[in-house]
């Protein structure tokens, strides 16, 4: 019965989970009652558990101008076909680069963009596919929050991706993608241009001291994070954006996020052990290795796994979960860490899309107008799941993507 027991764990988890409790509790409470029945059977080592304190302190000691954008860089592509979803693409892009919060981005340019686009003939599904896809990128983009420099190439590519997809659009269905009308242009010309760069500095200011910062080497993920905070501080105080009352607003919801994340951590963490106490990593590690395809044929598992959790939980509850049980196994398979670490946060990436869970599907659905249906949403978004799993294609084929980069700025 104890091999069968990291089986029943996850399939315990799972149940709980569908059940609608709140992922922290189910990961640590499901683990607390297991390594009781662990401890009352003898089949379960104490001393995973007293290894809980100290991987809890190891994370709390580590030190890891929206509207103006959106209008000038749709007015800017304004005269093509498609024009106001690459522009949607370009701010998430930026947004992604210079805040990393999806939720944040997909909101905002629900509210900004989605009633301009649908205002101006844009078909609803490709509108609200566009703003989730692009909201996403905050996932892959440097700097994001599990990612720095092995991902920017494969981030520019799926970027490039998507405008490729609009671009199509606008040659072969091009009454889903309508150009912007002459009348609602404004200015032109060298005008617009210069308009154009004076919203774009401010944010590749920003993302340059961020990302530039950790680049060369001066300062770690989690320091240059601060270097964001204060940067964006600046920039609010310059636009005349900010009061104690948005202070406290940040505030507020960064000890939210911060805490909520921090106890998905901890159950999971608490689960992890638990699951290596009955032996569920030699389990996994057995499946893995057995599989027919060697290398490719455990990556490949690894991937499907990950792909269809992502249709019912968060990328965090993933990557605290599944990834320390998995990633050691694959890494002494002999792969890259950096090229493992950016599949995996592609593929991750696509849990935001994938319905009936994908966050960014909530999140664009709580601001839409009503005339815009829900599964206009999902539709919206298959295109872009596909695209996703192109790039994901395109990395496995080429790891060049995701190794070149960093083995240019910090050696083989």
Known sequence: MAEYMPFIMFLCVGLVLLSGYPVAFSLGGTAL?????????????????????????????????VERLLDTMARLFGPLRGGLGISVTVVGMLLAASTGIVGATVVTMGLLSLPTMLKRGYDPRVATGTICASGTLGQIIPPSIV????????????????????????????????????EDRGVSGRDLWLEALKVLVPPLVLIILVLGSIMAGAATPTEAASVGAVGALVL?????????????????TTTEVSSMVFLIFIGASLFSLVFRGFGGDELVRELLTNLPGGVFGAMLVVMLVMFLLGFI???????????????????????????????IAINLQTSFLTPPFGFALFYLRGVAPAEVRTMDIYHGVVPFIA?????????????????WLPNQLYGN
Do not use: C, H, K
């Open 387 to 403: 695209i996703q799993l192109l790039a994901l294609g395109l990395l496995a084929l080429w790891p060049g993507f995701a190794t």
């Open 33 to 65: 009652v297991f390594a009781l029945i662990g401890q009352v059977s003898g089949t379960l080592d104490a001393a995973f558990l007293s290894a809980l304190p100290n991987r809890l302190y190891g994370i709390m000691t580590n030190a890891t101008l």
């Open 147 to 182: 990612l720095v420099a092995g991902a920017l190439i494969p981030g520019l590519l799926l970027v490039g991706l998507y405008i490729f997809y609009v671009l199509g659009l606008a040659v072969w269905r091009p009454q889903q993608v309508p150009a912007l009308p002459p």
């Open 313 to 343: 939980l968060d990328f965090i509850e993933i990557t605290f979960v599944v990834v320390p049980i998995v990633a050691p196994i694959l890494l002494t398979l002999g792969l890259d860490p950096v090229w493992l670490g950016v599949m």
């Open 236 to 252: 609010a105080i310059s636009q005349r954006q900010f009061d104690l009352a948005i202070l406290r607003e940040v505030m507020r």
